[in-house]
């Protein structure tokens, strides 16, 4: 069985530009959550999508915003990139309620 | 601000020893307490999860011990392989919001042959 896939795995972006990662959750699951995690530390929590819908949001700016698309398949946008931004930018996947599977991540690097 | 405190930053052990990981929490609205291990240039896998109706749980050589008075859980590796040598998560989730945690910092466990 696929696992949760996410693309690209990696990617290099100026300050300033924009950027799209993509998440496909395992099959059945319809929640998709979001996290951001700097290098040596643990997982931030950025959104959580549930049948298309946003149901929570952390501590992240504006730049970041997300969709689901009918097919419960996610992407995760940020506009003008900062220095800070550089991170591996992970999606989970679940039945609502119940244990969260992550995907290997987008190594994000920002110039 | 809902935190969760994680101990020791790095662990060295040997071989066929336990490792014992800690964590603490301040938001008693928590109700969901999974641990992640996480190997270089991978996602977090899930390992094991407690809820706090019970004051342990044990899967193979991994054991949960929860303390819900004093809002701590631990993570015990029993015969501790080579092979367990990664960073390990604990984490914190509320009601049916499974995939909404919170993660503590980590610990970056070795284990020597």
């Known amino acids: 069985d696929a696992g949760v896939t996410q693309s690209p795995t990696h990617l290099i972006k100026t300050r300033g530009q924009h950027v799209t990662l993509r998440c496909s959750p395992i099959?059945?699951?319809?929640?998709v959550s979001w996290y951001q995690q700097v290098l040596g530390q643990g997982p931030q929590f950025i959104f959580q999508?549930?049948?298309?819908?946003?149901?929570g949001r952390g501590n992240f700016p504006d730049r970041f915003s997300a969709r689901q698309f009918p097919n419960y398949s996610s992407e995760l946008n940020v506009n003008a990139l900062l220095l800070g931004d550089s991170a591996l930018y992970l999606c989970?996947?679940?039945?609502?309620?119940?244990?969260?599977?992550f995907g290997q991540g987008t190594r994000l690097t920002v110039v | 601000q809902q935190q969760v405190k994680q101990s020791p930053q790095s662990l060295i052990v040997q071989k066929g020893g336990i490792s014992i990981i800690n964590c603490a929490y301040e938001?008693?609205?928590?109700?969901?307490f999974p641990w992640y291990q996480q190997f270089p240039g991978k996602g977090p896998a899930l390992l094991i999860a407690?809820?706090?109706?019970?004051s342990e749980k044990k899967e193979g050589r991994f054991t949960i011990s929860f303390n819900k008075s004093a809002k701590q859980f631990s993570l015990h590796i029993m015969d501790s392989q080579p092979g367990d040598s990664a960073t390990y998560f604990c984490?914190?989730?509320?009601?049916?919001?499974?995939?909404?945690?919170?993660f503590g910092e980590g610990t970056q466990l070795t284990v020597n042959p």
């Open positions: 989970a996947s679940s039945f609502w309620g119940g244990e969260a599977f």
């Open positions: 099959s059945g699951h319809k929640s």
């Open positions: 999508y549930y049948e298309k819908e946003e149901r």
């Open positions: 938001n008693t609205a928590f109700d969901y």
């Open positions: 407690i809820r706090p109706d019970v």
């Open positions: 984490a914190a989730g509320v009601g049916t919001s499974g995939s909404r945690l919170t």
